[in-house]
Nanobody
Framework: QVQLVESGGGSVQAGGPLRLSCAAS????????MGWYHQAPGKERERIAD???????RYSDSVKDRFTIPRDNAKDTVHLEMDNLKPEDTGVYYC???????????????WGQGTQVTVTV
């Protein structure tokens, strides 16, 4: 019901910034929460940040004080501003959408291809 496309990744030296973007299409009116996931090489996806529509943002301890989701009133787009990048931030970044489905809240977006971030020392 929701298709997601990530962009903005690339290669950056440690300490540098990047800005990622996620574009959602489809049944975007049902979205309540959008989140960002990080998948390090050989690891499973880890949720690192999310934003509740019209509400607060949350961050994992690993990215707190370094990554931010900027305020954006658009319902079909979410960004991730990354600063002071570390080598362990290397990996594929995905976005995901959650909404009310079948009477409950669940992530129901179709996983996109993600965008690769490589942090060099």
């Amino acid at each position: 019901q929701v298709q997601l496309v990530e962009s903005g990744g690339g290669s950056v030296q440690a300490g540098g910034p990047l800005r990622l973007s996620c574009a959602a299409s489809g049944r975007i009116s049902s979205i309540i929460v959008m989140g960002w996931y990080h998948q390090a090489p050989g690891k499973e996806r880890e949720r690192i940040a999310d934003i509740i529509t019209g509400g607060p943002r949350r961050y994992s301890d690993s990215v707190k004080d370094r990554f931010t989701i900027p305020r954006d009133n658009a319902k079909d787009t979410v960004h991730l501003e990354m600063d002071n990048l570390k080598p362990e931030d290397t990996g594929v970044y995905y976005c995901q959408a959650a909404g009310v489905v079948g009477g409950g809240l669940r992530e129901y977006g179709s996983w996109g291809q993600g965008t690769q971030v490589t942090v060099t020392v």
